[in-house]
């Protein structure tokens, strides 16, 4: 097969054959395991030297419809509890497709009137939603990383700017460090981008009262006032990967406030909670911070990928990212163009299937989705309180379980390489996919739920397949 001109004819027909292998798959996801146990090996079958002469769009279609499809976890399944990932809604994933479809670039107005256009509803929408200020500016990205980076480069900028420097026209020479201050519960997404920006990931000091890593307020003030006025960055966590805590967002922004510090929420997933009533006093304050930052492709439940920054102060994105060429139009009122206010230029037309979820389940559906997680989360928490081989670590504040395997008869020397190993056996065995992280010096499992096919019949699978993995375990050690 030569140039994809040939197959122009044959559009139609490699479209029938993906919707036709999609809707069988989806048909059957909510009973398939979240991991084929076949799945490593068949991926690494997708090996070898690039083709002279290619298959053909159909050839290439069926090895990915095949065997591709097995060696792909069920992370859009309702067994699928890692790294709190969602799924996509039916109203998201058919808004995707028709995006892939359209393939509009969705930096420039001009390149993409509805991409703009819906970008620019959806952001008023969330902002709505999660009672944020409708004058702050914002932007879609691909995820909390990015969202992070966006965010923090606007702070960096405004540190700059306390110093009399713009610093992204002119760089950070020149200028003393910029302190940056969180608890123990900043994300890795999020020291990431404070190395990206030049600010340094060994910059941060974690200022954490516990183990768990909750923040030390009055380390904050002193730290604070040790920097006798000079501009900071504090980072504050809305929903802690491990246990699902949240940083005090209202202590915190009025201590950095009254010392001149910028307070960022990475509310990756616990920017979530201001959509229940029952659950927002935990991101209470988030309409005084300086920004804050959410994943869509987390509790939205849009397909990857998708994130969001808030920034107080729009003036910042625009002094950071709109960066023009001679070959773009005129800017012009009411036409938004946000390659302007985001890293990406070249950007995918994300806001269609963001925009889509919101118009067909609003406000109420997403408030009955996140609550019915919540009591999925505390009905896990139950099963392992009652249980007398599990041990919870933290009672759920969210979505997020933090518990490990604690039977009978192992010491506390002995646990953490027990439960090492059980992760491990979970992930292999596939039925259902958590994996360990360690949380208050203890290895232990975090399985999140936040994905909007999951109910009480998938989370009440967790324990009995750990307790039987974690039997074999203890079985095959003994012998």
Same mark, same amino acid.
Not at 439 to 451: C, D, E, H, L, T
């Given at each position: ?193 404070? +190395?990206?920006? #030049? &600010? ?5 000091? /974690? @200022? =954490?009262?516990? !183990? *768990? $890593? ?52 990475? +509310?990756?997933? #616990? &920017? ?5 009533? /029952? @659950? =927002?006093?935990? !991101? *209470? $304050? ?55 206010? #985001? ?6 037309? /994300?806001?269609?299937?963001?925009? *889509? ?123």
């Amino acid at each position: 097969m030569t140039d994809p001109i040939h197959e122009k004819d044959l559009i139609e027909s490699t479209l029938q054959d993906v919707h036709g292998a999609a809707s069988r798959y989806l048909a059957r996801l909510d009973d398939l395991p979240a991991k084929d146990p076949q799945a490593d090996a068949l991926a690494r079958e997708f090996e070898g030297e690039l083709p002279e002469d290619g298959l053909g769009s159909l050839e290439a279609l069926k090895a990915l419809l095949g065997r591709g499809q097995i060696a792909a976890t069920r992370s859009a399944g309702p067994r699928f509890f890692h790294f709190v990932i969602g799924g996509s809604t039916p109203a998201a994933l058919a808004a995707d497709w028709f995006a892939s479809a359209l393939d509009n670039n969705a930096g420039l107005w001009v390149s993409s009137p509805l991409a703009a256009q819906l970008e620019k509803v959806s952001l008023a929408w969330l902002k709505d939603l999660f009672g944020l200020p409708n004058q702050w500016g914002g932007v879609l990205v691909t995820g909390a990383t990015m969202a992070n980076f966006t965010a923090l480069a606007a702070a960096r900028q405004w540190c700059g700017e306390r110093h009399g420097v713009d610093v992204a026209r002119d760089g950070l020479a020149g200028l003393p460090p910029v302190a940056v201050l969180s608890s123990g519960f900043i994300h890795a997404s999020a020291v990431k981008a404070l +190395g990206m920006l #030049g &600010l340094g990931y060994g910059s941060v000091r /974690r @200022l =954490a009262a516990d !183990a *768990a $890593g909750r923040i030390d307020l009055e380390a904050l003030e002193r730290s604070l006032v040790s920097l006798r006025g000079a501009p900071a960055i504090v980072i504050a966590t809305a929903g802690e990967v491990n246990a699902g805590g949240f940083d005090p967002i209202e202590a915190m922004v009025d201590v950095a406030h009254r010392h001149n510090a910028w307070l960022h929420v990475d +509310g990756a997933f #616990g &920017l979530y909670a201001r959509l229940s009533p /029952r @659950l =927002a006093h935990l !991101a *209470a $304050g988030m309409e005084l911070v300086d920004s804050v930052i959410s994943d869509g492709h987390k509790w939205l439940n849009v397909p990857y990928d998708s994130g969001f920054a808030f920034v107080r102060d729009e003036r910042l994105l625009h002094a950071v990212f709109g960066i023009g060429a001679p070959y773009f139009p005129e800017a012009i009122a009411g036409r938004p163009d946000y390659l302007m206010l #985001g890293p990406e230029m070249s950007r995918r037309a /994300r806001s269609i299937a963001v925009w *889509a979820t919101l118009a067909a389940y609003g406000r109420s559906g997403y408030r009955e989705m996140v609550e019915r997680h919540v009591q999925l989360a505390r009905r896990l928490a139950d099963q392992v309180n009652a249980a007398d081989d599990f041990e919870l670590i933290e009672e759920p504040v969210l979505n997020v379980v933090c518990f490990r395997y604690r039977p009978g008869g192992v010491s506390d020397d002995e646990l953490d390489e027990l439960n090492r190993r059980l992760g491990q056996a979970v992930i292999d065995d596939g039925r259902v996919y958590f994996g360990t992280t360690v949380y208050a010096g203890k290895v232990a499992f975090r399985p999140a739920i936040s994905n909007w096919r999951t109910s009480d019949v998938e989370v009440d699978e967790i324990l009995p397949i750990a307790r039987e993995l974690g039997a074999r375990l203890r079985a095959g050690a003994a012998t």
